[in-house]
């Protein structure tokens, strides 16, 4: 063990010398313009790569020995050549605009080795917002978002996750660069474990930090050993993961690193048992393997690195580090928010043990009969009648469209924003396992399946029934769920249930993933530039709708774009030169990439509470993996997406009393009206003062209300409604599939 004198002697050393000094950033960028030398030369002489030379012009990085030597000698010789003029030179970075990198990049310090600063109950959320693109000194296209709050985290510095390229740089959230020199799997679960800083403080105070997720790209992938697909082996498609005796999984197991149930996937959660309390677990994302849902994500997949990053960061940052698919993420969210266990006393031994924490899915319970799918083994020799609570797919009878809506010039459709998320606000669910009771006095406070005849409740044809999602009226006694039923009460009418599965206990266990989610939602509304107070004129809302779909969908044809956004009386925007306008489009189409996967979240998150059997050896009968959580529970599914159809009937039939209007066919949460404008305030009823009518589809950018899915003529649509197989036009309105293409 050393001696006090020989560390002192050590530190005096290191006092004294230092080792090489660079000078600033912009000055090392100064010296090499002012020699004449382009980032490209002087990559290629240090033997390093332009978008290295790039980061170390900016600030973000630093060269490491050996190089970091021959920079600063560069550098010197360079400085006595070109002395520093008055007043000094800036330099800009060599980036395009639209490709800007986050305001004021640092460089990553190594991590700590302990723990004395973590913070185990710091349940508060860190969010982030997508940096503008624009230079500062120019206007700015769209209203800027919330306020930004940095990356402080003391256990976790280096904030969330991270996308690896091959050369070693782990792109992190707010433009940080880490070195990564892993060269095999096992090296790089151990960095980001080890030295990253990687990771998220729990999101409760009885939750779990978030594990580090690293997304490999497709060279990072294939340099350390994966196969660049798994379509090409017939085993690897057909399971889409790693067969057991693969030489990655061999070699992982070797290193005492293990995987979970899943396996080695798109998706791989790479463990070690807990030690000494402290979870030992790396969460990696293959982007060639497509980890990331182009139904979610969209291209995200295909951004540049940094640029992922910054898309995945936020996300993380504002609803949870992805786990998964949107769906898996959906999922855990509720679990983080909602963990099934605390620390509590025990009264015998006075020490702390693990016991159910109020409000939230403590245990794995049993579904009734009704409320599972057909394959379940409770289903098995059952023959009384199932839920069928979903979403709507309803076409209207042609006939029953009047001559005054055909000869409508448009048909528009309007969209409910996260309808689900809206109906699971304030949604009394049970908490408990279901108990069976017949005759029961129906209270719309008690949360279970009801069976109940509501086939004597009259309905308008030309509106779809609210008590099934095809519309149809039912014929006899059903299931159904409490939202449903309480609906047909509230519609006027008597309800007798014969027979019920009720919950004991019950609560809003969805409202801390409705508010969270709800937040995320708004704020990246408000960050494309989308007014969310709930005041906002609703003219200028669709016009901000409007610039936000141009923008985002907009190609490199900054002419086509310009002339689109002058016919939308969009001129002020048309106005901008060519770098703030390209830069504008590339921020929209990210700010695009994260309400799609907020949006996706809610939807397959819900859908998830009751994942049927997959694989092609499942047999009916049989349980399967799904069934063990806590979290797989039919009956909270159904619960949400009653609820979201009896409200968009609310909305239908508000419409109707008010103007006389009927829908032309609905679809999940989009709704087609006949229309004489382009916009729904051409059919939508408006109060005295120009506002859409309380109680109808109020347009707006938080949840629950609407705003525009897509426009055709009136006359196609008649078109499709008078097919032998008629054509819904809520799911065509975009004019393609939005079932097949978006998953609704």
């Known amino acids: 063990m050393p001696t006090q ?31 004449g030398v382009t980032q490209a030369r002087l990559a290629q002489v240090l033997k390093s790569t332009v978008q290295s030379v790039k980061n170390w012009e900016a600030g973000r990085s630093e060269p490491r020995p050996p190089r970091l030597e021959a920079y600063a000698r560069l550098l010197e010789g360079w400085a006595q050549q070109h002395p520093t003029p008055a007043p000094a030179a800036r330099t800009v970075e060599e980036v395009p605009a639209a490709f800007a990198p986050t ?43 919330a306020r930004p709050t940095p990356h402080s985290d003391a256990q976790y510095p280096h904030g969330p996750l991270a996308v690896l390229d091959d050369d070693g740089t782990a792109y992190a959230v707010g433009g940080l660069l880490l070195d990564c020199p892993a060269t095999t799997l096992a090296q790089l679960v151990t960095w980001a474990l080890t030295e990253s800083g990687l990771g998220t403080p729990r999101l409760h105070r009885n939750g779990k930090d978030s594990d580090p997720l690293i997304v490999l790209t497709a060279a990072a992938a294939q340099k ?38 899943r396996g080695f996937g798109p998706w791989a959660r790479i463990y070690k048992p807990v030690k000494d309390g402290r979870r030992q677990c790396v969460q990696l994302a293959v982007l060639p393997w497509r980890a990331l849902d182009t139904r979610a994500w969209g291209d995200a997949a295909h951004l540049p690195a940094p640029d992922l990053a910054r898309v995945l960061g936020v996300y993380a940052q504002r609803v949870i580090t992805p786990r998964g698919s949107s769906a898996t993420s959906g999922l855990e969210l509720m679990t983080a928010l909602r963990p099934p266990t605390r620390a509590v006393r025990d009264e015998q031994s006075g020490g702390w043990v693990s016991g159910p924490n109020p409000g939230a899915l403590t245990e794995v319970v049993q579904a009734a009969p009704p409320e599972v ?99 149809t009226p039912p014929t006899g006694p059903a299931w159904y769920t409490t939202p449903t039923v309480a609906y047909a009460q509230e519609l006027g009418h008597d309800v007798t249930p014969t027979e019920a599965y009720l919950r004991e206990h019950s609560g809003a266990y969805l409202d801390p993933w409705h508010d969270r989610l709800r937040e995320a939602y708004v704020t990246t509304m408000a960050e494309a530039g989308i007014p969310t107070d709930k005041d906002t004129d609703e003219r200028a809302f669709l016009a901000a709708m409007t610039a936000h779909r141009l923008l985002k969908n907009a190609g490199t044809d900054l002419d086509a774009l310009r002339a689109a956004l002058a016919a939308e009386g969009l001129g002020h ?131 629950g209300l609407a705003k525009v899915e897509g426009i055709q003529q009136m006359l196609t649509v008649v078109d499709w409604l008078e097919r032998d197989q008629p054509i819904n036009p809520a799911r065509h309105i975009k004019g393609y599939d939005s079932s097949t293409i978006e998953g609704k």
């Open 573 to 703: 925007l048309a106005a901008m030169g060519d770098d703030q306008l390209a830069s504008a489009t590339w921020r929209h189409h990210q700010i695009a990439m994260v309400l799609s996967a907020v949006k996706s979240t809610v939807k397959f998150g819900i859908g998830k509470l009751r994942e049927r059997p997959q694989g092609l050896t499942y047999k009916p009968g049989e349980p399967w993996p799904a069934l063990e959580r806590e979290t797989w529970r039919p009956d909270i599914r159904a619960a949400v997406i009653a609820k979201a159809r009896v409200n968009m009937h609310r909305k239908m039939a508000n419409v109707a009393k008010a103007n006389g209007r009927y829908p032309l066919g609905v679809n999940n949460d989009c709704v087609v009206y006949a229309s004489p404008t382009t916009d729904p305030l051409g059919f939508l009823p408006l109060t005295g003062s120009g506002k859409v009518l309380p109680g109808t589809f109020r347009l707006g950018a938080t949840p």
């Open 373 to 471: 799918p057909p394959e379940h083994p409770a289903a098995q020799g059952w023959t009384g009648g199932f839920l069928d609570e979903e979403s709507y797919q309803w076409i209207r009878p042609v006939e029953t469209l009047s001559e005054a809506e055909m000869i409508e010039p448009f048909a528009v459709g309007i969209d409910i924003n996260t309808a689900y998320l809206a109906a699971a606000a304030r949604l009394n669910v049970g908490l408990s396992g279901p108990f069976h009771v017949t005759n029961p006095h129906f209270d719309k406070k008690t949360p279970g399946s009801w069976f109940v005849d509501l086939s004597h409740i009259p309905t308008d044809p030309r509106l779809p029934s609210p008590f099934a999602p095809t519309g």
């Open 224 to 261: 350390l050993g994966l196969p660049p697909t798994l379509d090409d082996d017939p085993a690897t498609r057909r399971t889409q993961r790693l067969p057991d005796d693969h030489k990655i999984v061999k070699a992982l197991a070797r290193s005492k690193w293990q995987l979970t149930r």
């Open 5 to 35: 004198d020989e560390l002192f002697a050590a530190v005096d050393a290191l006092l004294n010398d230092p080792g090489p000094q660079l000078p600033e950033p912009t000055e090392r960028a100064r010296l090499r313009e002012a020699a």
């Open 103 to 145: 305001p004021t990049p640092t460089k990553a310090e190594p991590k700590p080795t302990t723990d004395d600063t973590a913070n185990p109950d710091d349940d508060s959320p860190r969010p982030d917002r997508i940096p503008p693109e624009q230079p500062a000194e120019q206007p700015q296209p769209l209203r800027p978002a």
